[in-house]
């Protein structure tokens, strides 16, 4: 070495003495690492570079070797070149890379970044999660096995956009295919990069888990769509009640009015006559305010589910009781055909109101003289109890909506008796209430079957 001094590289001003043995003044400053690599130098004649870190400064330090008059190499240029600065901002950018790195892996929302044949490059925790991503095998899956099947083809043709640079980016809602394999709601944001590395565009995905609240939309919107088919139905639950209360009312106040005015010059039958209209009017009205009521305090919820286990025969027998004169009117014959020993779990107040409807539903629509069977089987673990009649049964088009109050329709029976429909639209009601099912068969000018289902007695 030539003689001289080490002086700011690394801070030491020991004077270099001409004959020093090289690997002890290496030794001295630090640099003890180069005695491993000058041999190597000797031998290749190649020039080496060499990274040292000392606790206060960082070295690159060059071995360059020479010779003097062509001769073989006898010397060894050490170049030391301060690199502190350089060693501190790779550290700063590994540091940065690390932490970028972490909060990719443990965002909250999805991250993913796709090649542009819809190929997962990279992806985080939630991302995988929210995809169904739950093996290695899974970092095969396209686009289109993550995406529910009915929005991928709106999200390939953004993707194609992206990548052809028509769009920068493209923010839509759609549904993944979660680890239960189940659509969930995600809100997709995608943008385009080109990756010099891969010389090609990628595509970078943020996903956000929306399902909650997406379903509480949907249930907001079900809501506001059931509401107002309710005001709707009630509406004109109220608009078709009033002219069928109107009507009975005008009855009664019109012919007791003819009594009272013309009473003395009546003849007795032509009293009868008028008495029986004013009776039969005040008793179909009477029908039609009881079952407002019942339907007004079911839709209020006042009304208790109070089931029992009980036998049948003995509530279809106490309602056709409550509607017998009514039949004996038109000379129609009921027929209770239930086992005694059939046993349901229900509510009988609720299932005896069912059945009253329906037989007087039955009785109205039954020609004069006819017969109405009432008769339960048990099928698939439940009862099915059905009203039978050989009436004037009901239009095809009207079936599917008979019992439903916004599409109540005044029908008029055999012998033009008044109803809105009522009736039934509460039996469905019930029934439901009752963990059972009601539906219709009929065929115009044949006659009707209306059936409804009951738990079986425990």
């Known amino acids: 070495m030539a003689d001289g001094e080490v002086l700011s590289l690394i801070t030491i001003k020991n004077k270099i003495n001409v004959g020093q043995k090289t690997s002890t003044f290496l030794n001295e400053v630090g ?6 690599h000058l041999p190597l130098v000797f031998k290749n004649r190649k020039t080496t570079t060499v990274g040292i870190e000392l606790h206060h400064i960082s070295l690159r330090v060059q071995l360059i070797p020479f010779a003097v008059d062509d001769e073989a190499p006898g010397h060894v240029m050490i170049l ?5 600065q350089y060693a501190k901002l790779l550290r700063e950018s590994h540091s940065t890379q690390k932490r970028l790195e972490t909060l990719f892996s443990n965002a909250a929302v999805g991250l993913a ?38 929005d991928y083809l709106p999200l390939i043709q953004q993707m194609i956009d992206l990548g052809k640079g028509r769009i920068k980016t493209f923010r839509t809602e759609l549904r ?34 929306i399902n909650d609240a997406k379903n509480a ?67 179909n009205s009477f029908a039609l305010l009881e079952n407002l009521l019942d339907w007004s305090r079911a839709q209020r919820g006042k009304i208790e589910w109070q089931p029992e286990t ?22 129609i014959m009921i027929l209770n055909n239930i086992n005694a020993s059939l046993v349901a779990y229900f509510d009988p107040n609720m299932i005896g109101t069912v059945i009253r409807n329906l037989v007087s539903n039955a009785i109205k629509f039954s020609h004069r003289g006819s017969k109405i069977v009432i008769e339960a089987k048990i099928e698939n673990n439940l009862i099915v109890v059905s009203v039978v ?18 599409h109540l329709e005044s029908e008029y029976g055999t012998e033009n008796e008044p109803g809105t429909g009522l009736g039934l639209s509460l039996c469905k009601e019930f029934v439901g209430i009752n963990k059972g099912q009601i539906w219709v068969e009929s065929e115009e000018g044949v006659g009707s079957t209306f059936s409804f289902t009951l738990p079986l007695g425990e």
């Not at 080109?194 to 010389?199: A, G, L, T, V, Y």
């Not at 009649?389 to 916004?406: A, C, L």
């Open 31 to 36: 640099l003890g690492e180069l005695n491993n």
């Open 176 to 209: 993944f295919m979660d680890q239960s394999k189940t659509p969930r709601w995600t809100d997709l944001s995608l943008s385009a990069m080109f990756d010099e590395k891969e010389n090609d565009t990628l595509f970078i995905a943020i996903a956000t888990d």
């Open 310 to 331: 009980l036998p049948l025969e003995k509530v279809v027998r106490l309602a056709i009781d409550q509607v017998s004169t009514t039949a004996e009117k038109k000379e």
């Open 217 to 283: 939309q949907n249930q907001l919107i079900e809501r506001e769509r059931l509401l107002d088919e309710m005001n709707r139905s009630k509406d004109k639950m109220f608009s078709i009640l009033s002219h069928d209360l109107r009507n009975p009312f005008s009855s009664l106040i019109g012919f007791s009015e003819h009594i009272i005015t013309n009473f003395d010059s009546l003849e007795s039958e032509q009293i009868r006559n008028f008495v029986s209209i004013i009776h039969n009017s005040a008793e």
């Open 389 to 406: 009649d050989n009436g004037k049964g009901i239009p095809s088009g009207n079936i599917d909506k008979i019992f439903s109050i916004g």
């Open 113 to 150: 970044i796709i090649d542009k044949e819809g190929y997962l490059k990279k992806s985080n925790q939630t991302w995988d999660l929210l995809a169904g991503i739950i093996s290695e095998a899974d970092y095969s899956k396209n686009i289109k096995e993550i995406v529910y099947s009915v």
């Open 80 to 84: 030391l070149q301060d690199i502190s």
